[in-house]
């Protein structure tokens, strides 16, 4: 096996991975804030914590993971205010949809889902902590932290904190790098908006303090790994490292691991630019759950990923050709015995894949070792020259990839009745099947064959057929 490298941010570098205590890890991702329904930009970033966590689950390692859902943050306090509900009214249909998204995607659930409105206490209790320390100051009932207190502030997202006016505070929880000031650990409260009456006064926690208080609280004073994406960096982590390693001298987090963005032409998909989707809208337009996770997973975690409907076509094919291979291996009678070199091709093909995800979770070269081995197979199969007995092993291979990728068992079909679809029922508007069409007709300009093939057939496929006219025109009418 081969030595497990991660990208740690705090140092810039991929180091060797080595947790406090051999053979178990602990994590701590930051969830979502759920003040309304995630998109598949959210997902990227869960997705790549996923591959994580089930590519250190097939190495053995035992795992104390933990995810929160941000339910107490500016927006979250003020849309229920607006709605005239309680908190806990406003969120739940976003926390539910959070976790029927994440099964949806065979996201594994993590040792410990938890919310940051059952951990009041603790974020109070660390505030004292800090109280004590003197690295708050109060302002108009509100405690701030001291970012000149604390020297290292900047080291996670390298800021220059020179020119920073000590003093100057930002009450947002969400700001930019340009605008790092001493930030609100408790929030005063305001007309009409929930607050909760504790030691340090009434009020709400800030964002930043949430992650940090339960960390610490269920994982220790110093975790393995905290994930997130790279927007989290500055200033949310920095802000918790200020926080933990404050309160308790120790270091916080041994490796800080990032997912970067999931674009849309070029820029961020965000709710703020309207730019999103969310995985309903992709399976309101046919698209299968298994083709969206390999998607989102199939370009490395530290690479932007950009998202397309064509690369979105072609993970369908990838994720077709897998489960079609996998099929094979179950269906067809090879004749007996051993074809000469398979079982050696196959082994190395098994060390590749773990060594490209030991490379820092290169989850393209671990597809490409797969591909690579299908199509090998594939050949050899056509040709009578696949035996029985490597069979076995092939399957063994498959069952180590889909512990990671999660993709070739079928399941499609289930997750989607589950989420009130139809199975293939076609349930496309009149106004989707024109995009698809239009997509094509595309496809056909550009001479793409195989994309417009593609389209055509995921059509058929919900019931559209197609008539190509021959001036080029095309026609569509349901089944
Ligand atoms: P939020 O609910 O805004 O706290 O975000 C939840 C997670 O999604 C965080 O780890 C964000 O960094 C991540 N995230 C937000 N937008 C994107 C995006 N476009 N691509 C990848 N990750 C994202
Ligand atoms: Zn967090």
Same mark, same amino acid.
């Given at each position: 096996?081969?030595?497990?490298?991660?990208?740690?941010?705090?140092?810039?570098?991929?180091?060797?991975?080595?947790?406090?205590?051999?053979?178990?890890?602990?994590?701590?991702?930051?969830?979502?804030?759920?003040?309304?329904?995630?998109?598949?930009?959210?997902?990227?970033?869960?997705?790549?914590?996923?591959?994580?966590?089930?590519?250190?689950?097939?190495?053995?390692?035992?795992?104390?993971?933990?995810?929160?859902?941000?339910?107490?943050?500016? $927006? =979250?306090?003020?849309?229920?205010?607006?709605?005239?509900? #309680?908190?806990? *009214?406003? +969120?739940?249909?976003? &926390?539910? /949809?959070?976790?029927?998204?994440?099964?949806?995607?065979?996201?594994?659930?993590?040792?410990?889902?938890?919310?940051?409105?059952?951990?009041?206490?603790?974020?109070?209790?660390?505030?004292?902590?800090?109280?004590?320390?003197?690295?708050?100051?109060?302002?108009?009932?509100?405690?701030?932290? $001291? =970012?000149?207190?604390?020297?290292?502030?900047?080291?996670? #997202?390298?800021? *220059?904190? +020179?020119?920073?006016? &000590?003093? /100057?505070?930002?009450?947002?929880?969400?700001?930019?790098?340009?605008?790092?000031?001493?930030?609100?650990?408790?929030?005063?409260?305001?007309?009409?908006?929930?607050?909760?009456?504790?030691?340090?006064?009434?009020?709400?926690?800030?964002?930043?303090?949430?992650?940090?208080?339960?960390?610490? $609280? =269920?994982?220790?004073?110093?975790?393995?790994?905290?994930?997130?994406?790279? *927007?989290?960096?500055?200033?949310?982590?920095?802000?918790?490292?200020?926080?933990?390693?404050?309160?308790?001298?120790?270091?916080?987090?041994?490796?800080?691991?990032?997912?970067?963005?999931?674009?849309?032409?070029?820029?961020?998909?965000?709710?703020?630019?309207?730019?999103?989707?969310?995985?309903?809208?992709?399976?309101?337009?046919?698209?299968?759950?298994?083709?969206?996770?390999?998607?989102?997973?199939?370009?490395?975690?530290?690479?932007?990923?950009?998202?397309?409907?064509?690369?979105?076509?072609?993970?369908?094919?990838?994720?077709?050709?897998?489960?079609?291979?996998?099929?094979?291996?179950?269906?067809?009678?090879?004749?007996?015995?051993?074809?000469?070199?398979?079982?050696?091709?196959?082994?190395?093909?098994?060390?590749?894949?773990?060594?490209?995800?030991?490379?820092?979770?290169?989850?393209?070269?671990?597809?490409?070792?797969?591909?690579?081995?299908?199509?090998?197979?594939?050949?050899?199969?056509?040709?009578?020259?696949?035996?029985?007995?490597?069979?076995?092993?092939?399957?063994?291979?498959?069952?180590?990839?889909?512990?990671?990728?999660?993709?070739?068992?079928?399941?499609?079909?289930?997750?989607?009745?589950?989420?009130?679809?139809?199975?293939?029922?076609?349930?496309?508007?009149?106004?989707?099947?024109?995009?698809?069409?239009?997509?094509?007709?595309?496809?056909?300009?550009?001479?793409?064959?195989?994309?417009?093939?593609?389209?055509?057939?995921?059509?058929?496929?919900?019931?559209?057929?197609?008539?190509?006219?021959?001036?080029?025109?095309?026609?569509?009418?349901?089944?």
């Amino acid at each position: 096996m081969n030595e497990i490298r991660v990208h740690n941010t705090l140092s810039g570098k991929v180091e060797p991975f080595v947790p406090q205590r051999p053979g178990e890890v602990s994590i701590y991702t930051c969830g979502p804030t759920v003040y309304d329904y995630a998109h598949i930009g959210n997902y990227r970033t869960f997705v790549f914590q996923d591959i994580l966590r089930r590519f250190l689950e097939l190495r053995g390692f035992k795992l104390n993971h933990v995810m929160n859902l941000t339910d107490v943050d500016d $927006r =979250i306090i003020a849309n229920a205010a607006k709605a005239g509900v #309680s908190i806990r *009214d406003y +969120t739940a249909k976003f &926390a539910q /949809a959070f976790f029927d998204d994440c099964k949806t995607l065979s996201i594994e659930a993590p040792e410990h889902w938890i919310r940051a409105t059952d951990y009041i206490d603790d974020m109070v209790k660390l505030i004292q902590r800090l109280q004590e320390k003197s690295y708050t100051y109060a302002g108009e009932g509100s405690i701030y932290y $001291r =970012i000149s207190k604390f020297p290292e502030y900047g080291k996670l #997202s390298k800021i *220059d904190v +020179t020119g920073i006016q &000590a003093g /100057a505070r930002v009450d947002n929880d969400r700001y930019e790098k340009e605008s790092a000031r001493d930030f609100a650990l408790w929030k005063a409260p305001k007309p009409g908006e929930h607050f909760w009456e504790t030691p340090i006064g009434p009020g709400r926690p800030g964002w930043h303090i949430e992650c940090s208080a339960m960390a610490m $609280r =269920i994982l220790g004073e110093t975790i393995d790994i905290h994930t997130g994406g790279i *927007d989290l960096a500055f200033p949310h982590h920095e802000n918790e490292i200020a926080q933990s390693e404050g309160a308790t001298g120790k270091k916080f987090v041994n490796y800080w691991m990032h997912a970067e963005h999931l674009l849309v032409e070029g820029e961020k998909m965000s709710k703020s630019l309207g730019n999103f989707f969310t995985l309903r809208d992709l399976f309101a337009k046919g698209y299968k759950p298994s083709a969206l996770r390999f998607a989102l997973a199939s370009v490395p975690y530290r690479r932007q990923l950009n998202f397309t409907f064509d690369g979105l076509q072609q993970a369908a094919s990838s994720v077709e050709r897998l489960r079609n291979f996998s099929d094979r291996l179950t269906r067809e009678k090879f004749p007996e015995g051993n074809a000469p070199g398979m079982a050696e091709r196959i082994e190395k093909a098994a060390n590749d894949f773990d060594a490209a995800l030991s490379d820092d979770l290169n989850t393209a070269m671990a597809l490409g070792v797969a591909y690579d081995l299908v199509r090998e197979a594939n050949i050899a199969m056509d040709k009578g020259e696949f035996r029985q007995g490597d069979v076995a092993a092939a399957k063994d291979f498959l069952a180590s990839f889909d512990r990671v990728f999660a993709v070739i068992a079928d399941t499609d079909a289930e997750k989607l009745a589950a989420l009130g679809y139809g199975a293939g029922d076609g349930a496309m508007t009149d106004e989707d099947v024109e995009k698809m069409v239009a997509e094509r007709q595309d496809a056909r300009k550009r001479r793409d064959w195989a994309a417009s093939d593609r389209i055509r057939k995921e059509l058929a496929e919900r019931g559209i057929i197609l008539e190509d006219g021959r001036d080029g025109s095309v026609r569509w009418k349901r089944k």
